[in-house]
């Protein structure tokens, strides 16, 4: 198992999440990284590795021009089956669109969702995966739906 950092990959499109997430997460001690779309999510990835680093969590909008969070997720496990995605959606949670094979190391939130929320689950996410008790097959979330925001 590769060794497992408090970096976090944000993508979404809409610059006011990405500053929010962004400072929430960097004044909980973590490295940010982010992206508007799928493929500067990619460079960002490929950056962060290339430079010795590697993305603990991901975290990203369900639905972004492109490829959407679902086919970014998927296209990032091809590199790290274990990565944690936090999944943020807006509307309804029946509109949540989400492959059946993705949804494991997954937990879905709606928007607007409190920092705290998404910082404890990015957390204890992390933590399974460093006493490796992230399983490639079937891993519940560990925050409950009713703890999110409404």
Avoid: Y
């Avoid at 086919?71 to 944690?84: G, M, T």
């Amino acid at each position: 198992m590769t060794d497992v950092v408090r970096t976090v990959l944000v993508v979404d499109d809409f610059p006011a999440v990405l500053a929010w997430a962004t400072r929430a997460f960097t004044r909980a001690g973590w490295t940010v990284l982010t992206a508007m779309d799928g493929r500067e999510a990619v460079e960002r990835w490929h950056e962060a590795r290339a430079g010795g680093g590697a993305v603990g969590v991901l975290v990203t909008d369900v639905d972004f021009p492109e490829w959407g969070g679902a086919s970014l997720a998927a296209r990032l496990r091809e590199e790290d089956a274990q990565l944690p995605v936090l999944a943020l959606f807006t509307g309804d949670r029946s509109a949540v669109t989400w492959p059946a094979s993705q949804i494991n190391r997954t937990a879905f939130f709606q928007k607007p969702v409190r920092a705290a929320v998404l910082l404890e689950t990015a957390a204890a996410l992390l933590t399974e995966r460093e006493r490796g008790l992230l399983d490639t097959e079937d891993d519940p979330c560990p925050v409950e739906p009713s703890r999110l925001a409404v």
